[in-house]
C-alpha cells in the first residue's frame, strides 16, 4: 500500500508538470482485478468512451448527487471531476456504498452519406413504381420487393428510428411521424427529431421512403408510420446512454418494430462485450414483444457489434450487388440474417472506376437535400426492419421470436449450407417470408396495397421448398426487470458536453454524495498496460517513417486528441480540392509509418486501437491501409483495415491481436496514391494509437 501511494503522488506531480496536450494522450487502465462485482459491463477502457461523464445506477431508494443527470429507471451520468479520467471516477464511485453498478459510456459514430446520385443504372425499360430513380435501386430486386409489395405495404405498424434524427425533404413529404422525440435535450413533438447530420434520414427513407409519387425513389414498408428518435449529435456521435435512452422511449411510446443502425466494436461475444444500461433497456423492450432490429457493424471483425450481439436483437450483416461479402461487414456467431448493404468501393464492369452499387436514398447533407449513396449494415439493418415491420402487418399477433424465426427460414442460403458466421442464416426474402407467415397465421390478412402502384415486372423470386415449420422458443427472461423511465417533460435539460448543478424539483435532499476525496486516495490496480510508444505522435519515439516519394509526417490539425496527428498521402488544400497539388513528380506515390513491437506470450488479450481520418478525391485505384506485419520483414500477417474513403470526421478502429501473442510484429499505416499528378489525391489522418496487453 505504501509503494502503491507513493507511486500514485509521483504520477500526480508529473501530471501537474507536464503540458496539457501530453496529459491528454494518457490512457487509463483496464478493469481492476479481480472484477468488482458492481462494475458494469461496459468497462473497457480501450474502447471509444465519454470522457466528461461515467454512468452510475443508484440502489433503490439512493436519490442523486449534485451534477447527476437522469437516463432511465436508477441510471445516471455522472461528471468526471477535472483533472481526473473516466476510469478514476469509475473507481471512486466504486467505494460508494449506494451504487449498484456503475460503468463507462460508450460512444458510437456513424457515417454520413457521401455521394449524391448521378447518372442511374437503370434495371430495365418499365419501371415500377413510378419514382424516377427506382431503376437505381438494386436492392429491392434482391430481396423480393416488388413481389412483396402485393402482399402487404406495413399499414398500422410503427418503426422506430434511433438515430441522428429524420427529417422530411420532398420525397418523404407524405410519411405520418408520431412521438418525435430528441434524447439529446428532451424535446418532443412535430421537428423536435430533425436531422442535422443525414444518416438518420437515409435509415427511414429505406424503411418508408413515399413511393409511387413520382418523386425520387421508393421505400420498402411505405405504410408505416415513423417514430423518429434523435439520439446522435450533429457529427454522428453519440453515447451507448443516449441510445438507450431513445430505446427505452421507444418501448413506451407504442413502437412496434426499433432500428438500431449504430454500434460499436466488440473484441469479443455478449454479454463480455455489452453495456448493462443497454442490456437493461433492450429487455425491457423486448419484454413487451418489440422487433429490435441492429447492425452488425463495418468495423471488419469477426465478432458482431454492440448492440446488435445482444441476444434480443436480430443482428443484421451486408451483401453486396452479387449477393457477396463486402470486406467492411462483421462477421460472427451472433448474426441472424444480411440484407443488402452495396460497396462504394465496388467496380462492377472491370473498367479501374468504382460504381457507386450502394443504397440509394435522398437526405440532407451540410445543409443540401439531394440523393446521396451509402453502403454498409446501417443499409442493410433498414432493409430488415422493413421486413419485420411487414410481416408485423400482415400477422399483429406474431410474436417477435416468430418474426425471426420466419425471416430466417425464409432467407436465401448464402455461403456454406445452413448458418453461417458470415451470412447468418442468409439474405432476407420478404415474399416468401409474408408468404410464411400467413400459412402459419390462417387468420392473416394482406394490408392494404396501393391501386395507383403498377404490377412489378421483376423475375419471379426464388420460393421456400419444403416450407418448415416453426415452433416458437422463447427468448431467455431478463436477469432483472429495470425501473420505468419517468415520463419526460418540458422540463429544460442540459446539452450532452455542458456539466452545470441540476436543480432536480422532484427529488428529496440528497441521502449520498461522491466522496471528494483526493485522487491520490484512490487505488487502481492495473490489470492491463500500454506496449506502444508515443501512440499519440506527440514526439518522435517508437515510430520509423518509411523513407517514400511522400513520407508521412507529423501535423497540428486535425488531431483526435493532444496536439499532433500523423498524416499520411496528399491532402489538398479546401482551396484547392479538385486540382493538382504541387508534390513530387511520380504516378505512385505512397506514405507509410509504422513501429515493431514483441507482443508478450503471457498476455491473454491483446488490442489495438486507433482513430484515422480519411480522405479521398479518387473514385478507385487509391487506398488508406492498416496492417499487422512481421516485424522484421514486414510481410503482412494480418489487414486491419483496407478502405478508401473521403469522411469529415475520426472515426474508430479496435482490433484483436491475441493470436499474434509472442510475436515479432509490427502496426504499418499505409496510404496509396496512384496517380498523384490527376489531383485527386488520397490521404488519412492517425491519431491516438494504443496495443493493451492484458494478463
Same mark, same amino acid.
Given at each position: 500500500?505504501?509503494?502503491?501511494?507513493?507511486?500514485?503522488?509521483?504520477?500526480?506531480?508529473?501530471?501537474?508538470?507536464?503540458?496539457?496536450?501530453?496529459?491528454?494522450?494518457?490512457?487509463?487502465?483496464?478493469?481492476?482485478?479481480?472484477?468488482?462485482?458492481?462494475?458494469?459491463?461496459?468497462?473497457?477502457?480501450?474502447?471509444?468512451?465519454?470522457?466528461?461523464?461515467?454512468?452510475?445506477?443508484?440502489?433503490?431508494?439512493?436519490?442523486?448527487?449534485?451534477?447527476?443527470?437522469?437516463?432511465?429507471?436508477?441510471?445516471?451520468?455522472?461528471?468526471?471531476?477535472?483533472?481526473?479520467?473516466?476510469?478514476?471516477?469509475?473507481?471512486?464511485?466504486?467505494?460508494?456504498?449506494?451504487?449498484?453498478?456503475?460503468?463507462?459510456?460508450?460512444?458510437?459514430?456513424?457515417?454520413?452519406?457521401?455521394?449524391?446520385?448521378?447518372?442511374?443504372?437503370?434495371?430495365?425499360?418499365?419501371?415500377?413504381?413510378?419514382?424516377?430513380?427506382?431503376?437505381?435501386?438494386?436492392?429491392?430486386?434482391?430481396?423480393?420487393?416488388?413481389?412483396?409489395?402485393?402482399?402487404?405495404?406495413?399499414?398500422?405498424?410503427?418503426?422506430?428510428?434511433?438515430?441522428?434524427?429524420?427529417?422530411?425533404?420532398?420525397?418523404?413529404?407524405?410519411?405520418?411521424?408520431?412521438?418525435?422525440?430528441?434524447?439529446?435535450?428532451?424535446?418532443?413533438?412535430?421537428?423536435?427529431?430533425?436531422?442535422?447530420?443525414?444518416?438518420?434520414?437515409?435509415?427511414?427513407?429505406?424503411?418508408?421512403?413515399?413511393?409511387?409519387?413520382?418523386?425520387?425513389?421508393?421505400?420498402?414498408?411505405?405504410?408505416?408510420?415513423?417514430?423518429?428518435?434523435?439520439?446522435?449529435?450533429?457529427?454522428?456521435?453519440?453515447?451507448?446512454?443516449?441510445?438507450?435512452?431513445?430505446?427505452?422511449?421507444?418501448?413506451?411510446?407504442?413502437?412496434?418494430?426499433?432500428?438500431?443502425?449504430?454500434?460499436?466494436?466488440?473484441?469479443?461475444?455478449?454479454?463480455?462485450?455489452?453495456?448493462?444500461?443497454?442490456?437493461?433497456?433492450?429487455?425491457?423492450?423486448?419484454?413487451?414483444?418489440?422487433?429490435?432490429?441492429?447492425?452488425?457493424?463495418?468495423?471488419?471483425?469477426?465478432?458482431?457489434?454492440?448492440?446488435?450481439?445482444?441476444?434480443?436483437?436480430?443482428?443484421?450483416?451486408?451483401?453486396?450487388?452479387?449477393?457477396?461479402?463486402?470486406?467492411?461487414?462483421?462477421?460472427?456467431?451472433?448474426?441472424?440474417?444480411?440484407?443488402?448493404?452495396?460497396?462504394?468501393?465496388?467496380?462492377?464492369?472491370?473498367?479501374?472506376?468504382?460504381?457507386?452499387?450502394?443504397?440509394?436514398?435522398?437526405?440532407?447533407?451540410?445543409?443540401?437535400?439531394?440523393?446521396?449513396?451509402?453502403?454498409?449494415?446501417?443499409?442493410?439493418?433498414?432493409?430488415?426492419?422493413?421486413?419485420?415491420?411487414?410481416?408485423?402487418?400482415?400477422?399483429?399477433?406474431?410474436?417477435?421470436?416468430?418474426?425471426?424465426?420466419?425471416?430466417?427460414?425464409?432467407?436465401?442460403?448464402?455461403?456454406?449450407?445452413?448458418?453461417?458466421?458470415?451470412?447468418?442464416?442468409?439474405?432476407?426474402?420478404?415474399?416468401?417470408?409474408?408468404?410464411?407467415?400467413?400459412?402459419?397465421?390462417? /387468420?392473416? +390478412?394482406?394490408?392494404?396495397?396501393?391501386?395507383? *402502384? $403498377? =404490377?412489378?415486372?421483376? &423475375? %419471379? @423470386? !426464388? #420460393?421456400?421448398?419444403? /416450407?418448415? +415449420?416453426?415452433?416458437?422458443?422463447?427468448?431467455? *427472461? $431478463? =436477469?432483472?426487470?429495470? &425501473? %420505468? @423511465? !419517468? #415520463?419526460?417533460?418540458? /422540463?429544460?435539460?442540459?446539452?450532452?458536453?455542458?456539466?452545470?448543478?441540476?436543480?432536480?424539483?422532484?427529488?428529496?435532499?440528497?441521502?449520498?454524495?461522491?466522496?471528494?476525496?483526493?485522487?491520490?486516495?484512490?487505488?487502481?490496480?492495473?490489470?492491463?498496460?500500454?506496449?506502444?510508444?508515443?501512440?499519440?505522435?506527440?514526439?518522435?519515439?517508437?515510430?520509423?517513417?518509411?523513407?517514400?516519394?511522400?513520407?508521412?509526417?507529423?501535423?497540428?490539425?486535425?488531431?483526435?486528441?493532444?496536439?499532433?496527428?500523423?498524416?499520411?498521402?496528399?491532402?489538398?488544400?479546401?482551396?484547392?480540392?479538385?486540382?493538382?497539388?504541387?508534390?513530387?513528380?511520380?504516378?505512385?506515390?505512397?506514405?507509410?509509418?509504422?513501429?515493431?513491437?514483441?507482443?508478450?506470450?503471457?498476455?491473454?488479450?491483446?488490442?489495438?486501437?486507433?482513430?484515422?481520418?480519411?480522405?479521398?478525391?479518387?473514385?478507385?485505384?487509391?487506398?488508406?491501409?492498416?496492417?499487422?506485419?512481421?516485424?522484421?520483414?514486414?510481410?503482412?500477417?494480418?489487414?486491419?483495415?483496407?478502405?478508401?474513403?473521403?469522411?469529415?470526421?475520426?472515426?474508430?478502429?479496435?482490433?484483436?491481436?491475441?493470436?499474434?501473442?509472442?510475436?515479432?510484429?509490427?502496426?504499418?499505416?499505409?496510404?496509396?496514391?496512384?496517380?498523384?499528378?490527376?489531383?485527386?489525391?488520397?490521404?488519412?489522418?492517425?491519431?491516438?494509437?494504443?496495443?493493451?496487453?492484458?494478463?
Amino acid at each position: 500500500m505504501r509503494h502503491s501511494f507513493a507511486l500514485l503522488i509521483i504520477i500526480l506531480l508529473v501530471a501537474v508538470i507536464m503540458p496539457h496536450g501530453l496529459v491528454s494522450q494518457a490512457r487509463p487502465p483496464g478493469p481492476p482485478t479481480p472484477r468488482p462485482a458492481r462494475l458494469g459491463a461496459a468497462s473497457n477502457p480501450a474502447l471509444p468512451h465519454a470522457q466528461d461523464h461515467v454512468l452510475v445506477k443508484l440502489r433503490p431508494g439512493v436519490l442523486p448527487a449534485p451534477g447527476m443527470r437522469h437516463v432511465l429507471g436508477r441510471w445516471y451520468r455522472a461528471p468526471v471531476p477535472q483533472g481526473e479520467t473516466p476510469w478514476q471516477a469509475v473507481d471512486a464511485w466504486l467505494q460508494q456504498s449506494g451504487v449498484e453498478l456503475v460503468q463507462l459510456d460508450y460512444i458510437v459514430q456513424v457515417e454520413r452519406p457521401q455521394q449524391m446520385a448521378g447518372p442511374v443504372n437503370r434495371q430495365g425499360s418499365a419501371l415500377t413504381p413510378n419514382d424516377p430513380l427506382y431503376g437505381d435501386q438494386w436492392n429491392f430486386e434482391r430481396i423480393q420487393v416488388p413481389t412483396a409489395w402485393e402482399i402487404n405495404t406495413g399499414a398500422g405498424v410503427v418503426v422506430a428510428v434511433v438515430d441522428s434524427g429524420v427529417s422530411k425533404g420532398s420525397d418523404l413529404a407524405c410519411r405520418t411521424f408520431v412521438d418525435e422525440y430528441n434524447v439529446l435535450n428532451w424535446q418532443q413533438g412535430p421537428g423536435a427529431a430533425a436531422d442535422d447530420y443525414g444518416h438518420g434520414t437515409h435509415v427511414a427513407g429505406t424503411i418508408a421512403q413515399c413511393t409511387n409519387n413520382g418523386i425520387g425513389v421508393a421505400g420498402i414498408a411505405y405504410d408505416v408510420q415513423l417514430m423518429p428518435i434523435k439520439a446522435l449529435n450533429s457529427q454522428g456521435k453519440g453515447g451507448f446512454s443516449d441510445i438507450a435512452a431513445g430505446i427505452d422511449w421507444a418501448r413506451g411510446h407504442g413502437a412496434d418494430v426499433i432500428n438500431l443502425s449504430l454500434g460499436g466494436p466488440c473484441y469479443s461475444d455478449w454479454p463480455q462485450c455489452s453495456d448493462s444500461l443497454m442490456n437493461e433497456a433492450i429487455e425491457a423492450a423486448a419484454a413487451e414483444d418489440i422487433v429490435i432490429m441492429g447492425a452488425a457493424g463495418n468495423f471488419r471483425q469477426s465478432k458482431v457489434a454492440m448492440p446488435a450481439n445482444h441476444p434480443d436483437i436480430i443482428a443484421v450483416a451486408a451483401t453486396n450487388y452479387f449477393n457477396g461479402h463486402p470486406p467492411y461487414s462483421n462477421q460472427g456467431s451472433a448474426l441472424s440474417i444480411t440484407a443488402p448493404g452495396g460497396d462504394l468501393g465496388e467496380d462492377i464492369d472491370g473498367d479501374g472506376v468504382a460504381d457507386r452499387i450502394a443504397i440509394l436514398q435522398q437526405t440532407i447533407v451540410h445543409g443540401a437535400w439531394g440523393y446521396y449513396y451509402l453502403d454498409g449494415t446501417s443499409m442493410a439493418t433498414a432493409h430488415a426492419s422493413a421486413a419485420a415491420a411487414m410481416l408485423r402487418s400482415m400477422a399483429p399477433t406474431a410474436t417477435r421470436q416468430q418474426i425471426q424465426q420466419i425471416l430466417e427460414a425464409s432467407a436465401l442460403d448464402l455461403g456454406v449450407e445452413g448458418f453461417d458466421t458470415t451470412y447468418g442464416w442468409g439474405l432476407i426474402q420478404i415474399a416468401d417470408a409474408l408468404q410464411l407467415i400467413a400459412s402459419q397465421f390462417p /387468420t392473416a +390478412t394482406p394490408g392494404p396495397t396501393a391501386t395507383s *402502384t $403498377p =404490377t412489378p415486372t421483376s &423475375t %419471379p @423470386s !426464388p #420460393t421456400i421448398s419444403p /416450407t418448415p +415449420t416453426l415452433t416458437a422458443s422463447p427468448s431467455p *427472461t $431478463p =436477469t432483472s426487470s429495470p &425501473t %420505468p @423511465s !419517468p #415520463t419526460a417533460t418540458s /422540463t429544460p435539460r442540459l446539452d450532452v458536453h455542458l456539466w452545470l448543478p441540476l436543480l432536480w424539483q422532484t427529488f428529496s435532499p440528497l441521502m449520498i454524495t461522491p466522496s471528494p476525496t483526493p485522487t491520490a486516495t484512490v487505488t487502481v490496480t492495473p490489470a492491463c498496460r500500454e506496449l506502444l510508444l508515443d501512440g499519440g505522435f506527440e514526439g518522435t519515439d517508437g515510430w520509423t517513417i518509411v523513407a517514400t516519394n511522400l513520407p508521412a509526417r507529423y501535423v497540428q490539425q486535425p488531431v483526435h486528441g493532444g496536439g499532433s496527428a500523423m498524416l499520411l498521402g496528399q491532402q489538398p488544400p479546401a482551396a484547392a480540392r479538385g486540382q493538382a497539388e504541387a508534390t513530387p513528380a511520380a504516378v505512385e506515390a505512397r506514405s507509410a509509418v509504422f513501429q515493431r513491437l514483441i507482443l508478450p506470450d503471457t498476455a491473454t488479450d491483446l488490442r489495438l486501437s486507433f482513430w484515422y481520418w480519411p480522405g479521398s478525391l479518387m473514385a478507385s485505384g487509391d487506398w488508406q491501409r492498416v496492417l499487422v506485419t512481421d516485424g522484421r520483414s514486414l510481410a503482412v500477417k494480418a489487414e486491419v483495415l483496407n478502405t478508401q474513403q473521403d469522411n469529415e470526421t475520426w472515426l474508430p478502429v479496435v482490433f484483436d491481436l491475441t493470436r499474434f501473442a509472442g510475436q515479432d510484429v509490427a502496426i504499418y499505416f499505409e496510404v496509396n496514391n496512384h496517380d498523384i499528378e490527376d489531383g485527386l489525391p488520397t490521404w488519412m489522418f492517425v491519431d491516438d494509437v494504443s496495443v493493451l496487453a492484458c494478463d
